[in-house]
């Protein structure tokens, strides 16, 4: 039985969203507070998966700083829209933030993320 970290727990409800197979994953998971074994070796193989496809999880502070971009940016509205839609970036939209906020010297902000791992 494997008890889920948060990064973990976030690629858990992306995933839930258009799976049905995730979603009684997230229901078992809300209600035991861990998964089973093969169901926890699933989740980690589709993580790895998607972030070699390039899809990112924000840090919290990283998502903080996106939503004050996107106040006064365009660009990063359609970001932080796409983000709240999906619950990731993809690579290219993970590019622009960076190159945003590099711009802004906020890039020690993404350091700790960069890598998405758990």
Do not use: V
Request: without cysteine.
């Amino acid at each position: 039985m494997q008890e889920l970290r948060p990064k973990e727990k976030q690629w858990l409800r992306i995933f839930a969203e258009d799976n049905k197979i995730y979603a009684l994953m997230l229901e078992f998971y809300d209600e035991n507070n861990h998964l089973k074994d093969d169901d926890y070796s699933r989740l980690k193989s589709n993580i790895k998966d998607s972030q070699e496809r390039g899809w990112r999880l924000l840090s919290l502070e990283a998502t903080k700083i996106l939503g004050q971009f996107a106040r006064a940016n365009k660009k990063m509205l359609d970001l932080m829209e796409s983000y709240e839609k999906k619950g990731y970036l993809d690579d290219a939209e993970y590019e622009l933030f960076k190159w945003e906020i590099e711009e802004d010297g906020q890039y020690e902000y993404l350091l700790d993320d960069d890598d998405n791992d758990d």
